[in-house]
Nanobody
């Protein structure tokens, strides 16, 4: 399984950006998917996750209310809509497929990882 994330770039603080991630085959339809990010010099951190059917989402405290995760199982894609961006949101963002139908912030619950996409929020 390969995950291809795209949508990175440069955006000004307060702006919006949408990341998307496509799976190479229909593996995610019964699995939760998640987004993580890693800023320079920091550990990879949980951003949010969505259950296998899209009915349940979980967000990190520092993005809740600003970020929204959605998925389209017919297209094997998951998206991360980011609004009200802040410079501290600058990072490499990774999408991942969980081993389970529901998943949260535990990285060990995720089986497949994308290569990451970088974006920078300028102040």
């Amino acid at each position: 399984v390969q995950l291809q994330a795209c949508g990175g770039g440069l955006v000004q603080a307060g702006g919006s950006l949408r990341l998307s991630c496509a799976a190479s085959k229909r593996t995610g339809s019964n699995n939760a998917m998640g987004w993580f990010r890693q800023a320079p010099g920091k550990e990879r951190e949980f951003v949010g996750s969505i259950s296998w059917n899209g009915g349940s989402t979980i967000y990190a405290d520092n993005v809740r209310g600003r970020f929204t995760i959605s998925r389209d199982n017919a297209k094997n894609t998951v998206a991360l809509q980011m609004n009200s961006l802040k410079p501290e949101d600058t990072a490499v963002y990774y999408c991942a497929v969980s081993r389970f139908s529901y998943a949260g912030r535990d990285r060990s619950a995720y089986r497949y990882w994308g290569q990451g996409t970088q974006f920078t929020v300028s102040s």
